[in-house]
DNA sequence: CACCAGGCTCCGA
DNA sequence: TCGGAGCATGGT
């Protein structure tokens, strides 16, 4: 069973918030939406819905095929379960990433907002449950691609402007041609995002993984690694399986909130 | 004030 | 190829 609150603030988007206790707002493509934990199974009957909370996936049987691999493993998805590997948009997900670079969540959570333009642009209310989740479509990559550097000084974002205009401008011009990675071998796709300044390693197995459901990606980073030599000593992420992605979501989420 | 935040680039050995 | 500083900004 999906659990909403689980699903969206395990840090895999950006763009979902609580805005009272058990409501959660959000906007995935042009839908704005308010959910809350009672919406399912109702939910699941529609399908752009049902896409994007990748409700086909048997998560049940993931679950269980990881944690017949290790002890550790095992008390890390029983702690996960109910967490999805959303179905977003792969652009949004690039973006979001490398926003991410040395960052942390709150704040990711607020340039996205400004990106958005839902930040300065709050509709009235909705709902009465409105506070600052941004009710606005993500940009696309040509309109990003004709800012400057000094255009998205608003997001106070720093270092990490340059990255987003040279990945917009990569993926207009058809250098980086992010639908044709949902099929790519895993180490092309990944070589293909790093191709885009401020993409590395990390950025690029994060894309692939929330952004283009590639569960076979294995974001590594200092997180990780950490976990890896205390959990799973002398394990490499491959031992994960094809499942490894969504491994790495549960360990992530276990050190974060459980350990 | 120091330190950190889901890293990456750049530079020097 | 490897290690470490520097990076902009905001939160604690």
Redesign the pocket.
């Known amino acids: 069973m999906l659990n909403l609150r689980k699903t969206l603030f395990?840090?895999?988007c950006f763009r979902w918030r609580e805005t009272a206790p058990g409501i959660f707002c959000g906007t995935v493509g042009n839908r704005f939406a308010v959910f809350s934990q009672q919406d399912f199974p109702q939910l699941s009957s529609d399908p752009f819905w049902h896409h994007y909370f990748d409700l086909d996936t048997d998560y049940a049987a993931l679950n269980q095929q990881l944690a017949a691999l290790n002890s550790n493993l095992q008390k890390a998805s029983l702690h996960g379960a109910g967490i999805h590997i959303l179905r977003q948009d792969p652009w949004e997900a690039l973006c979001s990433?490398?926003l991410?670079?040395?960052?942390?969540?709150?704040?990711?959570q607020?340039i996205i907002g400004r990106l958005c333009g839902g930040e300065e642009n709050p509709p009235e209310s909705y709902n009465g449950f409105f506070q600052k989740a941004a009710a606005y479509p993500f940009p696309r990559p040509e309109t990003l691609a004709s800012y400057s550097v000094e255009d998205l000084?608003p997001l106070?974002?720093?270092?990490?402007a340059r990255?987003i205009l040279d990945a917009a401008r990569k993926v207009t011009d058809g250098t980086v041609q992010l639908e044709k990675l949902h099929t790519a071998p895993l180490e092309e796709a990944r070589a293909s995002l790093?191709q885009?300044?401020?993409?590395?390693?990390?950025?690029?197995?994060?894309t692939l993984l929330?952004g283009l459901h590639r569960m076979d990606a294995f974001?590594?980073?200092?997180?990780?690694k950490r976990a890896m030599k205390r959990w799973f000593p002398g394990t490499k992420p491959e031992t994960f399986g094809p499942a490894a992605g969504l491994a790495?979501?549960y360990i992530?989420?276990f050190i974060?909130n459980g350990e």
Do not use: E, H, L, T
């Open positions: 395990c840090g895999q990433f490398i991410s670079q040395n960052n942390n969540i709150p704040r990711i607020g000084a106070r974002c720093g270092f990490r990255y790093m885009i300044i401020g993409v590395g390693p990390k950025v690029a197995n994060c929330y974001p590594m980073d200092v997180w990780m790495q979501q992530f989420d974060r």
